[in-house]
């Protein structure tokens, strides 16, 4: 509603907000979550379901809830699973293509809040152009890890981002984080088609290419939550990459001003 009476305020429609959820296997969750962000209230919320070609259905479900959702709800299906970043970028570039003013990503398995949304909608908007992105972090005052979570995966998360910081220098309390609102001119701006990273080292590379532009980037706190139904897609293969993709993109800057040496603020 704050969004809405903004938008009326300058004369402009309410922004177009695209919710983009990959998903692979997440046929139990998938309702869910769309129950959640309809019955957000958000004018002009859309919901882009990027589904790989998940062996229980969840795409051919995903069909069936976008016809009942009078435009609501749209799917886009690929043909094979091939990494959280790539379904990402796919999903996020057909949501510009759409006409998207703000892209929204997040999990399909409930483990971000999704009440959280209109706040980070309503900070994006108000903080000027250079403000790229707002974070849904657990890292910041306020921000808190689901208590369902062993001692070892707290301590893996806390490392991860202590890690990607001390490497790259972001300043981001929760670099890692994979739950985040995007200003449609910094996806334009950082050449979205070229990431080259897949795993959840995307998140990563998002950010640093925010920074690198001299873009802001912004974290409201959440309660990252443990997943309700299925598994963890975050496998061996995933972990490597994120260790080794902080170093690649350091090395990538072949002496470019670092983001703390500009002063760019969270």
Known sequence: MIVEQASRAAGRASPKVVVVVPTYNERENLPLL???LTS??????RVLVVDDGSPDGTGALADRIAAESDGIVAVLHRTRKD???RAYVAGMTRALADGADVVVQMDADL???AETIPLMVRTLLAGGDDLAVVIGSR????????TAWAWHRRAL???ANFYVNAVLRLGVKDATAGFK???????????????RSNGYSFQVEMNDRVLRRGLRIAEVPITFE???????????????????????????????????????AT
């Open 111 to 113: 483990s971000h809040p």
């Open 83 to 85: 990494g959280l970043g």
């Open 139 to 146: 890292y910041v005052a306020g921000g808190a890890l689901a």
């Open 226 to 264: 443990e997943r309700v139904n299925g598994e963890s897609k975050l496998s061996l293969r995933v972990q490597a990459e994120s260790a080794i993709t902080p170093w690649r993109l350091r090395f990538a800057r072949k002496g470019a001003v670092s983001p703390r040496d500009r002063g760019t």
């Open 181 to 195: 609102a995007w200003r449609r001119t910094a996806l334009e701006a950082i050449d979205l088609p070229s990431v």
């Open 157 to 159: 998360s806390a490392w």
């Open 34 to 36: 769309v129950g959640l």
């Open 40 to 45: 957000l209230g958000l004018p002009n919320l």
